[in-house]
C-alpha cells in the first residue's frame, strides 16, 4: 500500500479531538546542579498544561562494603546519620529553589540505599502522568541503577531533559516522533498524545532499512498516522535515508525540522545496562539536544 500523504493526513484531522491533558509531573532529583534543566522545563510544562510539579529528592545513603563484618551496625548508623545531614542541607537548597516556580509544587523527600529509592521511584511514578529526569543527571552518574527504576519499572513515560531545554519556556510547537513497529514506540505515542494534540507540527518518521515498505516498517507507520489523524493530530510521514548509526540519523533529522521535544520507545532488554553495549535507545539518551520523551 502506498504512503498516505500529509495533505491526507491533515484532512483526517481538521475535527481535532479535545486536547489531552496532563494533571502532574513528577521531577526526581538528586540536590545538584544538574536538576536546575529538569526544574525549569518542569515548570514550563507545567505551567502550559496547568498541571501540578511534584518533586522529589533522591538522597542515596550508602551501606558499608562490609555489612555483616563486626562493628559494621556502628558504621551503618554513622553512614546514615551523615547521609540524612547531607540530605537536609540539599533538601534546604532545593526548597528555596522552589519558592521561586510559578506554579504549584511540592517537595518530597526519600533516604536509602539505592533499592530503598528505586521502590520510591516506582510507587511515585505511578501517580503522575509524565516523570521528568535530567539527562545530565543520567549520563554522569556512575549507578545507572535509578535511571534504570525510572524508565523501566516507572508507570509514567519519562520525560529526559538536556542543559539546553532550561532555556525553553513553552509547550513544544514541533514534536519529532521516531517511530518502530514495537510496543514500546506505541505506548511512548500514546502517553505523547497531549503534546502531540497541542503541536503545530508532528513529525512521524523512521530510517530506511532494506527491503519491501511492508518489511521496512512503513505499512504499520501509515497505520500509526491515520491512528493519530484520528485523534486530531495533523502530522507528516517521513522515512529518512538509511544511516549507519540510526540514533544519529533521527537526531540530524530532528534537528533539521527544528523539533522541540523527540519521541521514542526505550527498545532492548529488561535493564539499561545491556544497552552499554551499544543501541539506538543508548545513543539518543547520550546526545539528544532536545527534550526526549520514552517508555518502555
Not at 547531607?86 to 519558592?99: F, H, Q, W
Not at 543527571?137 to 549507578?143: G, H, N, P, R
Not at 505499512?219 to 529518512?240: C, K, Q, S, T, W
Request: glycine share 6%; with cysteine.
Amino acid at each position: 500500500m502506498a504512503m498516505r500523504s500529509e495533505a491526507n493526513l491533515e484532512t483526517e484531522a481538521r475535527t481535532h479531538a479535545p486536547a489531552a491533558a496532563i494533571a502532574d509531573f513528577a521531577v526526581f532529583l538528586a540536590g545538584g546542579d544538574a536538576d536546575e534543566p529538569a526544574i525549569a522545563y518542569a515548570e514550563t510544562l507545567a505551567s502550559g498544561f496547568g498541571a501540578h510539579l511534584d518533586c522529589h529528592l533522591l538522597n542515596h545513603i550508602p551501606v558499608p562494603i562490609l555489612a555483616t563484618a563486626p562493628g559494621s551496625e556502628v558504621l551503618a548508623a554513622e553512614f546514615a546519620r551523615q547521609g540524612e545531614a547531607v540530605g537536609d542541607k540539599l533538601e534546604a537548597a532545593l526548597r528555596r529553589r522552589l519558592e521561586r516556580v510559578a506554579v504549584p509544587w511540592e517537595l518530597r523527600r526519600s533516604d536509602g540505599t539505592l533499592g530503598e529509592l528505586a521502590y520510591a521511584v516506582a510507587r511515585q511514578s505511578g501517580l503522575v502522568d509524565v516523570v521528568v529526569q535530567s539527562q545530565q543527571s543520567v549520563t554522569q552518574a556512575k549507578d545507572m541503577s535509578l535511571f534504570e527504576a525510572i524508565l523501566f519499572e516507572a508507570r509514567a513515560p519519562v520525560l529526559l531533559v538536556p542543559p539546553s531545554a532550561a532555556e525553553l519556556n513553552a509547550v513544544p510547537a514541533t514534536v519529532f516522533v521516531a517511530f518502530r513497529d514495537t510496543p514500546e514506540c506505541a505506548r511512548a505515542i500514546a502517553a505523547a498524545l497531549p503534546f502531540l494534540k497541542r503541536a503545530d507540527q508532528v513529525i512521524l518518521a523512521s530510517v530506511a532499512e532494506e527491503g519491501a515498505a511492508e518489511q521496512r516498517g512503513l505499512e504499520p507507520m501509515n497505520d500509526m498516522g491515520r491512528h493519530l489523524a484520528r485523534h486530531g493530530v495533523a502530522l507528516e510521514i517521513r522515512e529518512i535515508a538509511a544511516w549507519k548509526s540510526p540514533a544519529e540519523g533521527l537526531l540530524k533529522e530532528a534537528e533539521a525540522v527544528g523539533a522541540e521535544l523527540l519521541v521514542a520507545g526505550a527498545y532492548g532488554h529488561s535493564r539499561l545496562r545491556e544497552y552499554l553495549l551499544g543501541g539506538v535507545t543508548r545513543e539518543l539518551i547520550r546526545h539528544a539536544a532536545l527534550p526526549m520523551l520514552m517508555a518502555h
